[in-house]
């Protein structure tokens, strides 16, 4: 079955797996001090600068590690309320950290300083949480990005008001292909304290990157990995998947592919009277509302979520591998059922 369910639903790069197959020969240093782990921070620090780097396993876990980098238990997490760490990792950074998050209704997933503004009231009040971070997605789970402009005018916001900026860069790549400028232009040279740096979504099996670039959230990170469970033993692995994502731009080619096939997606869907395109395509996801009887049938040929069962807006995703032959027949049956 066809998938526009989401980009995790879509396999590994072959140059990924074998970038897994060339490390998988004789013995090497574990957790963390093997070659391939030095060579990926190496990488890193070319495109980025300097910073820390660790690996984990999962986006959750990324985010969990940097947040608590950022925060003690007193302190709160300010973002929005569609953020994945707030409405899809199960309370994993509050039962982790012991921090609050502060969570804000958007309209198109995206934060701005005046959204934030009113939460700063709390600030001093001993029986108010402390807001120290605020939390954003980049592409958001709305599938729209941020501009440069916006994204530094918040880190200028929070670093005013003495807080972190954390960037959960599960869609990064999507996000820096539409932007059209380097991984570093959208991020550290932006403000951005903390991030993590998607793999799973963008042709890896398994792995994603914290990635510090504030000295002062640097030293304890280690620790908090290891405490929560996120420090892999075989540790080449991951690092060796990264080394082929960024190695030829492999991270930009996927990226700008699926950001073009939501772009396609988006073009032929707009075409159909009766579907109405409900947020702005920036990335790989296109969100929509269409004709509630066409949904099930829709669903029981092509996998993907109604995103909001109150409005039935519906989210398509496209991956690196979704092609252009996939997207048309998708359009072509879903105006079939339409009438
Ligand atoms: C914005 C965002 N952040 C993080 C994640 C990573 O989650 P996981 O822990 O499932 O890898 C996802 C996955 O859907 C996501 O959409």
New binding site residues.
């Given amino acids: 079955m066809k998938s526009f369910a ?1 980009d ?1 639903y879509s396999g590994i790069h072959p140059d990924i797996l074998n970038a897994i197959i060339s490390a998988n020969a004789d013995h090497e240093i574990s957790y963390g001090d093997d070659i391939y782990t030095q060579q990926a921070h190496q990488l890193f620090e070319s495109i980025f600068g300097d910073l820390t780097l660790l690996f984990t396993f ?6 969990v590690i940097s947040l608590k980098c950022c925060t003690l238990p007193f302190q709160a997490v300010v973002c929005a309320e569609t ?3 707030n409405a ?2 199960c309370g994993a950074p509050t039962q982790a950290i012991g921090c609050t998050l502060l969570t804000i209704p958007t309209s198109n997933g995206k934060l701005t300083p005046e959204l934030i503004q009113p939460l700063l009231k709390r600030i001093g009040n001993v029986h108010n949480t402390q807001p120290k971070v605020i939390s954003i ?1 980049q592409s ?2 709305l599938g729209t990005v941020y501009t440069i402009d916006e994204l530094t005018g918040l880190c200028n916001f929070a670093h005013e008001n003495d807080m972190y900026v954390h960037l ?1 860069g ?2 990064i790549s999507n996000a820096v292909a539409k932007l059209g400028v380097s991984l570093k232009e959208a991020t550290v040279d932006c403000g951005v304290d903390i991030m ?1 740096f ?1 793999g ?2 963008n042709g890896l099996l398994i792995g ?1 990157a914290v990635l510090i670039f504030n000295d002062k959230l640097k030293a304890n990170a280690p620790y908090f990995q290891k405490q929560s469970a996120q420090l892999f033993s075989k540790n080449r692995f991951v690092a060796t998947q990264f080394i082929a994502l960024l190695n030829n731009d492999l991270w930009l080619r996927m990226a700008t592919h699926a950001n073009c096939m939501a772009q396609l997606l988006y073009n032929e869907v707009s075409k159909i009277s009766g579907v109405t395109i409900t947020q702005s395509v920036d990335a790989n996801a296109v969100f929509a509302i269409i004709p509630a009887h066409s949904i099930e049938p829709l669903q029981q040929r092509y996998r993907f979520y109604v995103w909001d069962e109150k409005t039935t807006e519906l989210r398509w995703m496209c991956s690196f591998d979704t092609t252009e032959e996939e997207v048309m027949d998708f359009v072509g049956y879903l105006k079939s059922l339409i009438y």
Avoid: L, Q, V, Y
């Avoid at 999962?58 to 985010?63: D, H, I, P, Q, R």
């Fill in positions: 989401s995790n999962n986006g959750t876990g990324a985010n953020a994945h760490i899809d990792e997605s958001t789970e959960d599960a869609r993590s998607g799973t979504k994603e």
